[in-house]
Structure formats: structure tokens, C-alpha cells
């Protein structure tokens, strides 16, 4: 049973635009969500999170929201650059399991010039 | 800090063969993360520790499988014998009890013939 997924492998944006990143999960007892960027060849990094009492936190370009009735959170980026080309994984954890985060399979971003 | 540090990048063997993959966390970080990418499962979690002790190794997926931290500088994840169906990126990651970001090292891609 996947508890976390991300039901789009690829979405491709034209730099300047706006790129939207879903995530779904399935286990409401998760209480922490994070979001984590890979490039090629390198391990993932974290880039944003949300904590489940929130929902909207924001940093920079990057911002991440939460609707727990229908758990789905969804990265925005704006302004897409050609850098954020990558792979964007979301992750989610409860507090019985500190530090134990559940990975969705990723979906690659591709910012076109 | 030099960051999440694992070791070798790369390695290739043959079916059978004993593969010892090493990896130094993050100076003061307690907890510490075994995963496994793959194609066909993404990014899984085979087992975590908390101040070199294994909390939950419910992610590994044999007994041909096994994962050490002697010391607070140092884990060992070893497969033996090693199959074909081992080959994957296999990433360390570190993190601070109570943080919820983890950090992860380069990862090293294993490759069974």
C-alpha cells in the first residue's frame, strides 16, 4: 500500500510559468510533509515543508499547500527557472515514527528556456 | 561541513558476492537512513537508526541484507550474496532527532552482473 503518491512522473513548463506539483496521501495520521529536490547523480535535498497544523507555507518562489480534508498537497513555483529542472519528491511522517518519512515516487520537472 | 559522505560512488560485482556500502553522517546528527532507489519502487526506506541504534528495520528486504553503526561517525549496509536484483542507488541519509529535514549523501549505484 503506497501511503504517499505522486500520480504525475513528468510535467514539463515553459520558464516564467507557474509549475504545480500534487501530491496525495493516504494516511491521516501524518502530521508533517516535506518536499525534496534531486538532480541527477546527487542525493535528494530538502526544499520546503508544512507542518499538518498549516496550510500554506511559503519561501521564495516556492510555496506548498495543504488540504488535509482531501490529503493533497500541491509545490508551486513561480517563477519556473531552467535550474528547477530536477526531480521533485514529497515525503510525509508522523510524530510516533520521528524522523521516519514515507517517499511518493518523484515526478521530474522539466522548465523549458 | 562536507556533508552526508558515502562511499564507493559506484561499484559493480557479480552475482554472489559480498557488497559493503559505507556511510559517514553529518557531525552530530543522531539519527541515520538507509534507502534504496529503484526503477520499480522508487524511494524506499529499508532501515533507520537513532543514536546507532536500529529503530525500524521493517524496509530491508532479506535476510541477505544487513546494516551496522558501530559508532555515531559510522554505518555499514552490506548485501551477501548479492543478486542481480540488488542493483540500485543506494542513498545514506542523516538528520537531528526532533528535525524533521533530512540530508542526504551522493548516493552509491550498485550494479549485480
Known amino acids: 500500500d503506497q501511503q504517499v503518491k505522486q500520480n504525475s512522473p513528468s510535467l514539463s513548463v515553459q520558464e516564467g510559468r507557474i509549475s504545480i506539483l500534487n501530491c496525495d496521501y493516504t494516511?491521516?495520521?501524518?502530521?508533517?510533509f516535506l518536499w525534496y529536490k534531486k538532480y541527477p547523480a546527487e542525493g535528494p535535498t530538502f526544499l520546503i515543508s508544512?507542518?499538518?497544523?498549516?496550510d500554506k507555507n511559503e519561501d521564495g518562489r516556492f510555496t506548498v499547500f495543504l488540504n488535509k480534508s482531501a490529503k493533497h498537497l500541491s509545490l508551486h513555483i513561480v517563477p519556473s527557472q531552467p535550474g528547477d529542472s530536477a526531480v521533485y519528491f514529497c515525503?510525509?511522517?508522523?510524530?510516533?515514527?520521528?524522523?521516519?518519512?514515507?517517499f511518493g515516487d518523484g515526478t521530474t520537472l522539466t522548465v523549458k528556456p | 561541513d562536507a556533508g552526508v559522505i558515502q562511499s564507493p560512488r559506484h561499484e559493480v560485482t557479480e552475482m554472489g558476492q559480498e557488497v559493503t556500502l559505507r556511510c559517514k553522517p553529518i557531525?552530530?546528527?543522531?539519527?541515520l537512513f538507509w534507502y534504496r532507489q529503484t526503477m520499480m519502487r522508487g524511494l524506499e526506506l529499508l532501515i533507520y537508526?537513532?543514536?546507532?541504534?536500529?529503530?525500524?528495520d521493517s524496509g530491508m528486504p532479506e535476510d541477505r541484507f544487513s546494516a551496522k553503526m558501530p559508532n555515531a561517525s559510522f554505518s555499514t549496509l552490506k548485501i551477501q550474496p548479492s543478486e542481480p536484483r540488488d542493483s540500485a542507488v543506494y542513498f545514506c541519509?542523516?538528520?537531528?532527532?526532533?528535525?524533521?529535514?533530512?540530508?542526504f549523501g551522493p548516493g552509491t549505484r550498485l550494479t549485480v552482473l
Open positions: 541519509a542523516s538528520s537531528l532527532a526532533g528535525v524533521n529535514e533530512q540530508f
Open positions: 508544512i507542518s499538518s497544523i498549516k
Open positions: 557531525s552530530g546528527h543522531n539519527s
Open positions: 515525503a510525509a511522517r508522523f510524530g510516533t515514527n520521528a524522523g521516519k518519512s514515507t
Open positions: 537508526f537513532n543514536n546507532n541504534v536500529p529503530i525500524d
Open positions: 494516511n491521516s495520521m501524518f502530521d508533517y
